[in-house]
């Protein structure tokens, strides 16, 4: 099922397979807008590494908060073919500055970036 132009529900299932609650699908399209606007202001595909998961998933995850924006359906981490994390992060950070994206969690990891829409700033 497209939620956006870009992206695909299936991208941002849990990757355990269990279905996603109803409840956390609103969430879901929130978080798909703004990483298309993301991927149209940079013109290039952004692969989720993970979106939605169920409790029984994060809590499989070494490091994983059992408060994971995760579990609400309001977070991804993401890679983009050909930048760094660094540059992926730094790029969110300018465009939430901008207004262009909404302000929540983001953090920086060696292989992933991670984004979400917890409608206030969190850094780490």
């Known amino acids: 099922m497209q939620i956006t132009k870009n992206f695909n529900l299936s991208e941002f299932q849990c990757k355990c397979g269990c279905r996603m609650p109803s409840k956390v ?35 499989s995850i070494t490091g994983s908060s059992k408060n994971s924006q995760h579990l609400l359906g309001k977070a991804a981490d993401i890679q983009i073919e050909h930048l760094t994390s660094r540059e992926i992060s730094t790029t969110i950070e300018i465009f939430i500055d901008e207004g262009i994206m909404k302000q929540g969690g983001l953090a920086t990891y060696p292989t992933f970036v991670h984004y979400d829409i917890r409608k206030k700033r969190a850094r780490w």
Request: glycine share 0%; with cysteine; aromatic share 6%.
């Open 25 to 59: 699908f609103d969430n879901v399209l929130l978080l798909a807008e703004q990483l298309q606007v993301l991927r149209d202001a940079l013109n290039t595909p952004i692969h989720l590494t993970n979106a939605y998961r169920c409790k029984a998933h994060n809590d």
